[in-house]
């Protein structure tokens, strides 16, 4: 699923920042700190998986509850999954370390179409 967002005229933040244009205040840290924890799975509006987390396999991030939040980092993907995503995000002209880093870590635990 694609969900898109436009921008809100009263603001907004949340997993892909605040949408202000300043990629420099978007880190997982500075996220974490302006909105909290992870949205709990009574409030969720996307039903929460009861198989377990498999970073090697996982293509998709749900999760119950904030006490179970792992966070996943671009470590946690697997070796050929990250050369292969290193790969196409060369081959498609992604420069620059964070948007080099962001683009593996959307192709592989979202996918090619995601990165």
């Known amino acids: 699923a694609i969900i898109r967002m ?6 907004q933040d949340g997993h892909c920042g605040n949408f202000n244009f300043n990629v420099s205040d978007d ?3 500075q996220i974490v700190e ?9 409030e969720s509006l996307f039903p929460a998986s009861k198989a377990p987390v498999d970073p090697e396999a996982m293509h998709s991030d749900s999760r119950d509850s904030s006490e179970d939040h792992q966070e996943v980092t671009l470590e946690d993907c697997a070796p050929a999954l990250r ?13 620059g370390t964070w948007r080099a880093e ?11 179409e995601f990165a």
């Open 27 to 29: 880190t997982t840290e």
């Open 34 to 42: 302006r909105v909290g924890s992870p949205v709990l799975a009574e």
């Open 83 to 95: 050369h292969a995503g290193e790969k196409w995000c060369r081959a498609h002209h992604v420069r």
């Open 6 to 11: 436009p921008q809100q005229l009263g603001g």
């Open 102 to 112: 962001s683009c593996v870590f959307d192709y592989c635990f979202a996918g090619k």
